[in-house]
């Protein structure tokens, strides 16, 4: 089992940024990809971000590119998603997510979730 605990969260003007931040604990020895999903009132999660075990490789939603980064570092089982020029449309519960295959997690298919953390922007 692993345990994902996100933080980070909160209220922030448009435009604005925020870093949000997820440890993992457990059976982190494991290769796991890493991602982000959001889930915004009435609609359904959606995938943010992902990065592969070996940082050699992020993808991103179009909706979020060129305004989130994610990363992670390995020696403190923590992934982060750095968000900038943030916009009403980016409120939404943010969750961490884990799969022992990166590829599966892209198409949606998750391991292990957080228990989220919410992003809220006014505009």
């Known amino acids: 089992q692993v345990q994902l605990v996100e933080s980070g969260g909160g209220l922030v003007q448009a435009g604005g940024s925020l870093r949000l931040s997820c440890a993992a604990s457990?059976?982190?020895?494991?290769?796991?990809?890493m991602g982000w999903f959001r889930q915004a009132p009435g609609k359904g999660r959606e995938f943010v971000a992902a990065i592969w075990w070996g940082r050699t490789r992020t993808d991103y939603a179009d909706s979020v590119k060129g305004r989130c980064t994610i990363s992670r570092d390995n020696a403190k089982n923590t992934v982060y998603l750095e968000m900038k020029s943030l916009k009403p449309e980016d409120t939404a519960v943010y969750y961490c997510?884990?799969?022992?295959?990166?590829?599966?997690?892209?198409?949606?298919?998750?391991?292990?979730w957080g228990q989220g953390t919410q992003v809220t922007v006014s505009s």
């Open positions: 997510a884990a799969h022992t295959s990166t590829r599966a997690l892209l198409d949606g298919a998750v391991q292990y």
């Open positions: 457990g059976r982190t020895n494991s290769n796991y990809g």
